[in-house]
């Protein structure tokens, strides 16, 4: 239940709970959420082998409710899972999820497709996709951050993919090498070695 994907991603998608579909099948991500997810990194140009997924809760909150206590319980497995993994990349699914990592209450709203700076890692916050289903703003904002996220993918392959996986990808319009020091609204990055 705690984790989906290659041994060593170089992105991490953090959820904020199993649903009904995980609980079933043990597995995070593999229910509604999980397919508009797949879809969305597929079609940025991010590779299955390149990233994983977890959740901030590692089982199915009662009532299916996220529960803080329950999160903070659970904090020991996620920041495991974060050091084990080793991504160099975290992205936040969810209000909740980014709370786990910078609690100075961002509202997710702001801090949706920027990049942040999290203890050596970047943080790229998005909404949570089961959002989606529920507002067309919401639909809109994920389709926005997802484009942001697929112009900085070729410079995050570029530094944190294993050498094999480094096959370019073209995009039009999309920026080379140093776009993640190049943050717009405020991003806070440290500069790259
Ligand atoms: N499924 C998960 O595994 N996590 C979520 O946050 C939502 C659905």
Redesign the pocket.
Known sequence: MVYRGPPRPWLLFV?????R??DEEG????????RILEEAAASSGLRATEWG?T??IMCRPPKNRFDRRAALACRPWLGAKVASLAPAILVT??A??LEAFLPEDLPVSQAAGVPHAWEGRVLFPML???ATLHSKAFAQRWKKDWERLGELLPSWRERHAPEAEQTPISRPGSPGRGAVRALPSGGILPPAP
């Open positions: 959820g904020e709970a199993p649903g579909s995980e597995i995070p991500f593999v229910g509604r959420a999980g997924v959740n901030v699914l969810g909740n999820a949570h996709p089961a």
